[in-house]
Nanobody, 111 residues
């Protein structure tokens, strides 16, 4: 069983920035694909960004140019740098790899 632990959520004003981090409990091999998803109240969970071990990256259109996903150097650890946040980014953000999900971290954008 792989555990994913997220950190870095919080509350920020519109236009602000936050950085999320996720670390997997498994480090003996590299997961091919890791990513971030989010779920806003009353909405379905949606893809935010994914990163493959070969460096391939995919972003949702709504976050392109504002969010940056990266591997932070440790095995099976990723970050999500979120800039120019707006109220539509308010959601619980989940780290994912294969069938495994983190517990989620709340991001709230509010003035």
């Amino acid at each position: 069983q792989v555990q994913l632990v997220e950190s870095g959520g919080g509350m920020v004003q519109p236009g602000g920035s936050l950085r999320l981090s996720c670390v997997a409990s498994e480090s003996s091999y590299i997961f091919y694909l890791m990513g971030w998803y989010r779920q806003a109240p009353g909405k379905q969970r949606e893809l935010v960004a994914t990163i493959a071990s070969d460096g391939a990256i995919d972003y949702a259109d709504s976050v392109k140019g504002r969010f940056t996903i990266s591997r932070n150097g440790a095995a099976n650890a990723i970050d999500l740098q979120m800039n120019s946040l707006n109220m539509e980014d308010t959601a619980v953000y989940y780290c994912n790899t294969y069938q495994f999900w983190g517990q989620g971290t709340q991001v709230t954008v509010s003035s």
